[in-house]
């Protein structure tokens, strides 16, 4: 078994609220269905701070606790999400949606695990990490059962990621029970005109 986390891919397209406040709302998703849910209006960044141009992203970027995605996205990996989670509408950045994790594990082993916390014990950082394999099971995607949780995926996921040839996303191993693991897993943001997606695999 090897659990990923969600890393930042070099030149990928970042999706931000347009109102500062709706930041605490996507940092605040601890895993319950929004049943009322009001879509927010996003901005993506298709350029960096030098005036640089970002790469076309299937998953711009806003940090390793949430997973937004374009449209084609979302439906190309809808039936193996659902599951997990539920797709929340967003609005701006040229059809995109939140993909809100609904299942949560308590499958961190706290007394193995390195944890920073916070004065009133929850968890503020894992350093390093030890899951009960037997918890996680079968589940591609979930959260941990702590404020602001990662969002984490096992392999498999990033399996149905390379099949569909999507780009611009990064996945950075966590924990494993394999020996000598595949570590890292970037899948480059595609350069306009799109062209045929590289990617590669680290250790």
């Known amino acids: 078994m090897r659990i990923y ?9 970042w999706a931000l609220p347009k109102v500062l406040e709706d930041n605490h709302v996507l940092s605040d998703l601890r895993g319950q269905c929004q049943h009322h849910w ?3 209006r996003m901005d993506l960044l298709t350029e960096g701070d030098e005036g640089t141009l970002r790469g076309y992203s299937d ?8 997973l937004i995605l374009r449209s084609d996205a979302a439906n190309g990996l809808r039936d193996i ?7 929340l509408p967003l609005k701006g950045g040229d059809g995109l949606e939140l993909f809100n994790a609904t299942t949560v594990l308590d499958a961190l082993d706290e007394g193995r695990s390195e944890i920073i916390r916070f004065d009133d014990g929850d968890i503020l950082n894992i350093e390093r990490y030890v899951f ?3 918890v996680i099971g079968n589940s591609l995607i979930f959260k941990l059962p702590y404020r602001a949780s990662n969002l984490y995926m096992q392999a498999g996921f990033i399996e149905q990621i390379n099949a569909m040839e999507l780009c611009g996303i990064g996945f950075e191993l966590v924990w494993s029970d394999e020996v000598d693991p595949v570590r890292k897993v970037i899948f480059p943001p ?12 680290s250790r």
């Open 190 to 201: 595609r350069q306009r005109p799109h062209r045929k997606r590289q990617w590669w695999w």
């Open 59 to 66: 998953f711009p970027w806003d940090g390793s606790h949430v």
């Open 132 to 134: 009960h394999q037997e």
């Open 5 to 13: 986390e969600l890393i930042l891919a070099d030149g990928q397209e």
């Open 81 to 87: 999400m659902s599951p997990y989670g539920e797709f």
């Open 38 to 40: 009001v879509p927010i």
